[in-house]
Protein backbone atom coordinates (compact mmCIF):
# COMPACT_ATOMS: atom_id res chain seq x y z
CA UNK A 1 0.00 0.00 0.00
CA UNK A 2 1.31 3.41 -1.19
CA UNK A 3 0.70 6.34 0.43
CA UNK A 4 0.81 9.76 -0.97
CA UNK A 5 0.92 13.10 0.14
CA UNK A 6 -2.76 14.25 -0.51
CA UNK A 7 -3.57 11.07 1.52
CA UNK A 8 -1.89 12.41 4.35
CA UNK A 9 -4.39 15.42 6.34
CA UNK A 10 -3.46 18.63 6.55
CA UNK A 11 -2.03 19.27 9.56
CA UNK A 12 -1.37 23.04 11.60
CA UNK A 13 2.40 22.76 12.03
CA UNK A 14 4.65 25.08 13.28
CA UNK A 15 7.90 24.96 11.79
CA UNK A 16 9.34 28.06 13.43
CA UNK A 17 10.90 26.41 16.23
CA UNK A 18 14.60 27.53 16.03
CA UNK A 19 15.47 27.57 20.03
CA UNK A 20 14.84 25.29 23.10
CA UNK A 21 15.17 28.50 25.04
CA UNK A 22 12.04 29.24 26.70
CA UNK A 23 10.56 25.86 25.47
CA UNK A 24 10.18 24.40 28.68
CA UNK A 25 9.35 20.61 27.49
CA UNK A 26 12.34 21.02 25.11
CA UNK A 27 14.32 22.02 27.79
CA UNK A 28 13.51 19.89 30.91
CA UNK A 29 14.33 16.61 27.59
CA UNK A 30 17.54 18.40 27.04
CA UNK A 31 18.70 18.28 30.80
CA UNK A 32 17.50 14.74 31.12
CA UNK A 33 19.55 13.53 28.88
CA UNK A 34 22.53 16.00 29.08
CA UNK A 35 22.99 17.15 32.44
CA UNK A 36 24.20 14.26 35.19
CA UNK A 37 22.39 13.61 37.47
CA UNK A 38 21.90 16.06 40.49
CA UNK A 39 20.43 13.66 43.18
CA UNK A 40 22.96 10.58 42.79
CA UNK A 41 26.66 11.33 44.16
CA UNK A 42 29.05 9.62 42.06
CA UNK A 43 30.39 6.64 43.73
CA UNK A 44 33.92 5.33 43.43
CA UNK A 45 33.89 1.76 42.18
CA UNK A 46 35.58 0.01 44.79
CA UNK A 47 36.62 -3.87 45.59
CA UNK A 48 35.73 -3.76 48.98
CA UNK A 49 33.59 -1.75 51.20
CA UNK A 50 32.70 -0.85 54.37
CA UNK A 51 29.63 -1.04 56.02
CA UNK A 52 28.58 2.72 56.78
CA UNK A 53 26.91 1.53 59.89
CA UNK A 54 30.17 0.44 61.84
CA UNK A 55 31.14 1.96 65.01
CA UNK A 56 34.43 3.18 64.79
CA UNK A 57 35.22 0.85 67.70
CA UNK A 58 34.23 -1.83 65.51
CA UNK A 59 36.33 -0.94 62.97
CA UNK A 60 39.41 -0.51 64.92
CA UNK A 61 38.72 -3.70 66.24
CA UNK A 62 38.86 -5.23 63.03
CA UNK A 63 41.48 -3.05 61.46
CA UNK A 64 43.36 -4.64 64.84
CA UNK A 65 42.66 -8.66 63.93
CA UNK A 66 43.37 -7.54 60.33
CA UNK A 67 47.13 -6.20 61.08
CA UNK A 68 47.50 -9.00 63.72
CA UNK A 69 46.77 -11.48 60.57
CA UNK A 70 49.36 -9.71 58.22
CA UNK A 71 52.04 -9.64 61.14
CA UNK A 72 51.78 -13.30 61.72
CA UNK A 73 51.63 -14.31 57.68
CA UNK A 74 54.60 -11.45 57.40
CA UNK A 75 56.49 -13.28 60.12
CA UNK A 76 55.92 -16.62 59.03
CA UNK A 77 57.22 -15.91 55.43
CA UNK A 78 60.32 -14.41 56.83
CA UNK A 79 61.18 -17.56 58.79
CA UNK A 80 61.97 -19.40 55.55
CA UNK A 81 64.08 -16.62 54.02
CA UNK A 82 67.64 -15.37 54.57
CA UNK A 83 69.54 -12.67 53.86
CA UNK A 84 68.32 -9.04 52.36
CA UNK A 85 64.98 -10.84 51.33
CA UNK A 86 64.43 -11.95 55.34
CA UNK A 87 65.35 -8.40 56.58
CA UNK A 88 62.63 -6.93 54.06
CA UNK A 89 60.23 -9.44 55.28
CA UNK A 90 60.95 -8.60 59.23
CA UNK A 91 60.52 -4.96 58.69
CA UNK A 92 57.32 -5.63 57.66
CA UNK A 93 56.28 -7.09 60.48
CA UNK A 94 58.05 -4.60 62.63
CA UNK A 95 55.77 -1.65 60.41
CA UNK A 96 52.27 -4.01 60.94
CA UNK A 97 53.68 -4.30 64.91
CA UNK A 98 53.77 -0.68 64.80
CA UNK A 99 50.39 -0.02 63.12
CA UNK A 100 48.57 -2.61 65.28
CA UNK A 101 49.96 -0.74 68.34
CA UNK A 102 48.77 2.60 66.92
CA UNK A 103 45.29 0.98 66.67
CA UNK A 104 45.49 -0.52 69.89
CA UNK A 105 46.31 2.67 71.44
CA UNK A 106 43.20 4.20 70.19
CA UNK A 107 41.19 1.82 70.94
CA UNK A 108 42.50 2.11 74.33
CA UNK A 109 41.80 5.81 74.56
CA UNK A 110 38.27 5.21 73.29
CA UNK A 111 36.91 2.84 76.45
CA UNK A 112 38.06 6.04 78.85
Known sequence: MNITSKDLPDLDTDTTFNSPQGN??????????LKPTVSEPKSEERF??????????????????????????????????????????????????MARAMVDHALDRGER
Open 24 to 33: AAAQRALDYY
Open 48 to 97: FGVNRHLSNEESLVHASDLLRCAAATAFKAADSLQGVNRDLAFSAVHMVD
